[in-house]
């Protein structure tokens, strides 16, 4: 499954809005974080994301079915938020995706992300993918916790 990522528009924010919301809602109902959960953002901070930082659409045979953020932190690029509509993960999209992007953006060595400890999928991926798991820690409620993952490409 071949996958692109195409550079998301104002004219975007709905349809990633909606996406977004959908690929994070299970998540939302199984872990109740409500103020961190990006299915619970407002349209015009998802307006802000793709108006001031570089936010994909990922779309597989025409289709949106996720969306990728790439921010520049300090000599980091961070990947915050990737999400995948459900019934197209498990199909090697994300991993893709960040390959990608990785590829594109050069000029730092140097990748992060947090993602949630419980979900053992989204760590296999980024342990996969290199990524190595960082001293950060936040407990968000008492079912999920946020950890820090960071990748230094030689």
């Known amino acids: 499954m071949e996958i692109k990522l195409i550079k998301a528009t104002a004219g975007d924010v709905l349809l990633l809005h909606d996406v977004q919301t ?9 872990y109740l974080d409500y103020e961190t959960n990006p299915a619970n953002e ?7 994301k793709i108006q001031y ?12 079915v996720g969306g990728i953020r790439i921010v520049r932190k300090d ?19 994300a991993q893709q995706a960040i390959e990608q992007v ?9 990748w992060e992300l947090h993602t949630i400890l ?16 960082t001293d950060f820690e ?6 999920m916790t946020l950890i820090g993952y960071k990748k230094t490409k030689q």
């Open 102 to 110: 990785e590829q594109s953006f050069t000029n730092y060595n140097t």
């Open 53 to 64: 930082s570089s936010f994909f659409k990922i779309v597989v045979d025409q289709k949106c």
């Open 138 to 143: 936040q407990i968000v409620n008492d079912k």
């Open 22 to 30: 959908r690929a994070f809602q299970p998540l939302l109902e199984k």
């Open 75 to 93: 000599a980091s690029y961070w990947i915050s938020p990737i999400f995948v509509l459900p019934d197209y993960q498990g199909k090697g999209i």
């Open 118 to 133: 419980e979900e053992k999928g989204n760590c296999y991926l980024y342990e996969k993918l290199g990524y190595e798991r």
């Open 42 to 48: 407002p349209i015009n901070r998802l307006f802000e």
